[in-house]
């Protein structure tokens, strides 16, 4: 997932403008508390930070360890007080997990559109073989997330499938605690193809019954306190 598909800029004057007020929002609340957020492989991280210092256009912000972690992976973070009319986008010039310590400029508005979705999406490792099949025939690929309502499927060869298909889609999940898969298959409609080259990401959403919607709860269930724990080992 692209930390670009997370958000959709909120331009108030024009970029440079935008930049320079946030920065001097932050600089004359240097005392304030602020919360940081980012998404793991889909997971949502929040922890308060406060700022350090702010330098010619760059903000050293004191951070937690879990939150370091993630700043590193995505070279980004959300930063979220009511001191601003949007929550902000900023990217990340440096940062240390053992000194919490990340410094971040270019900072614009943002909405951030993930939090629109109605059930959170998590990243599928490794991505299992995921077969469409619809009545322009059978397409297969690679899972990429999912969530109760939808799922992102990588395909490496262009296909027929146009945006408004429906489709049943089949793959295997793991269950960590029996340590077997099992197989889902859902009814699908292709709501939007992304990506000028291979692999294209198919994006749908589902149907589920009682019975899948509760083995895919609980794959999600199971697959977070996977990456919580991949976190706390990496930020140690």
Known sequence: MSVDDLYSTRIQKTFDEDNAEIISIMKANSKARF???????????????????????VVDMAVKEE??????????????????KHDVFAQSQY?????????????????????????IRMTVEPNPHT???????????????LSISGLHILVENSSALEIGTEAL?????RDIEQEQNFKVTVPAKLINIKGNSMPYSYIFN????????????????????EIIREIKDAAC
């Not at 939150?67 to 590193?72: G, M, P, T």
Request: proline share 2%; no cysteine.
């Open 67 to 84: 939150q370091a972690f993630a700043i590193e992976q995505n070279r980004s973070a959300f930063i979220r007080s009511t001191l601003f």
């Open 169 to 173: 889609v089949s793959f295997l999940l």
């Open 95 to 119: 940062v240390n997990i053992k000194k919490r310590a990340a410094f971040f400029a270019k900072f614009s508005y943002v909405e951030i559109m993930a939090e629109r979705r109605n059930f």
């Open 206 to 225: 589902i149907t589920v019954d009682k019975t899948t919607e509760r083995l895919i709860s609980k794959y999600i269930f199971q697959r977070q306190l």
């Open 131 to 145: 077969i469409i099949e619809s009545e322009l025939g059978a397409v297969e690929g690679k899972l990429y997330d």
């Open 35 to 57: 919360k940081l957020l980012n998404y793991y492989k889909g997971l949502p991280l929040t922890y308060p930070a406060e700022i350090s210092s702010v330098d010619r256009g």
